[in-house]
């Protein structure tokens, strides 16, 4: 046999037998490899948004405020629209088109507004007063376009002095409260954003204290544009669940569209005994996209330090969950 006979019509070389079928039973075996490779390989991770809540540095101008916030880590600044004006509802066109300036130069972004009614005084959304709830609906209305002119995507309401149920009124003013909160759904609707009813424990407000509470209104107005949140030390207090299980339970719902971090002792993640592990987990189980903002109360050692040691924390925390 001459050496061109060696080769095959394609051109490549013979081998001088046959491949035999792979049996039924090897190919199932081959995929139960596959399938346990598979298995084995780590889930993949959802880069945490991490924002910072404001006034935790409100001591300082907000250039400031963005380029610290930058430096540390944060990709987003959660602001508190008080620390910016007596009436922020009223900012002027300049002033907004200053702040996006601000962060854009420090490379973050306006992720959020909450604390939104401690400024002006006199504010509640279930007054009975007519008068009080319509100057309340104002200062909602022009928040909620000062987010959006911010590009920011969303607004947290929490503000538990301005929600407090009326004693011996509990039922109209909670049904004077739903109003309002289809108002801003409306509103934010309009605009772009999304709106978040906050859930606090009892110790800080009469009205709203668990996520199911919050989750009943939101189905009942039905709009896209209102959604809940968790802010993890008022779960800690107020929930019979931990809030790890509060999150796995309610993040796939997708009723949550925002979270707040911090211990349940009101300072930063990682400075008490909450444990974040379980409940960044939970936040990567769920391929939760949307923004986590640190928001201590208790500043330790003081507002610059209570940040950077949260970022650290967590940033850690997230590896190891990882």
């Given at each position: ?36 490779a598979r298995a084995r390989r780590p889930p993949r991770v959802t880069p945490m948004r991490l924002s910072l809540c404001n006034e935790v ?266």
């Amino acid at each position: 046999m001459s050496r061109a006979d060696l080769r095959t019509s394609s051109g490549h070389r013979a081998t001088g037998r046959r491949r035999s079928p792979r049996s039924p039973r090897a190919v199932l075996d081959l995929a139960a490899v596959s399938d346990a490779a598979r298995a084995r390989r780590p889930p993949r991770v959802t880069p945490m948004r991490l924002s910072l809540c404001n006034e935790v540095l409100r001591d300082r101008p907000f250039a400031e405020q963005c380029a610290f916030a930058a430096a540390l880590g944060y990709r987003g600044l959660e602001i508190a629209p008080f620390t910016l004006d007596e009436e922020p509802h009223r900012l002027p066109a300049g002033r907004i088109a200053g702040l996006r300036r601000d962060a854009a130069e420090a490379g973050i972004a306006i992720t959020s507004l909450h604390w939104l009614l401690v400024t002006p005084p006199g504010l509640s959304i279930t007054a009975a007063e007519a008068g009080v709830r319509q100057k309340t609906r104002d200062v909602i209305a022009g928040l909620i376009d000062l987010a959006a002119a911010l590009g920011a995507t969303h607004l947290v309401h929490g503000s538990p002095a301005q929600r407090m149920l009326p004693a011996g009124d509990e039922d109209a003013g909670r049904a004077r409260a739903i109003e309002v909160f289809a108002f801003a759904a409306e509103r934010a609707a309009a605009a772009g954003v999304t709106y978040c009813i906050e859930p606090l424990d009892p110790g800080q407000t009469n009205l709203i204290n668990t996520v199911a509470e919050a989750a009943e209104i939101v189905r009942m107005i039905g709009s896209p544009a209102l959604r809940t949140m968790i802010d993890i030390c008022a779960a800690a207090r107020g929930e019979t669940e931990s809030p790890a299980e509060l999150l796995a339970r309610w993040l796939p719902t997708g009723l949550i569209a925002h979270l707040h971090l911090n211990d349940a002792n009101r300072r930063a993640p990682g400075q008490g005994e909450t444990r974040f592990g379980p409940i960044l987990a939970a936040v990567q189980r769920a391929s939760f996209a949307g923004t986590l903002a640190v928001e201590p109360f208790d500043y330790v050692p003081d507002g610059a330090g209570a940040a950077a040691f949260a970022i650290g924390y967590l940033k850690g925390v997230t590896e190891g969950v990882a």
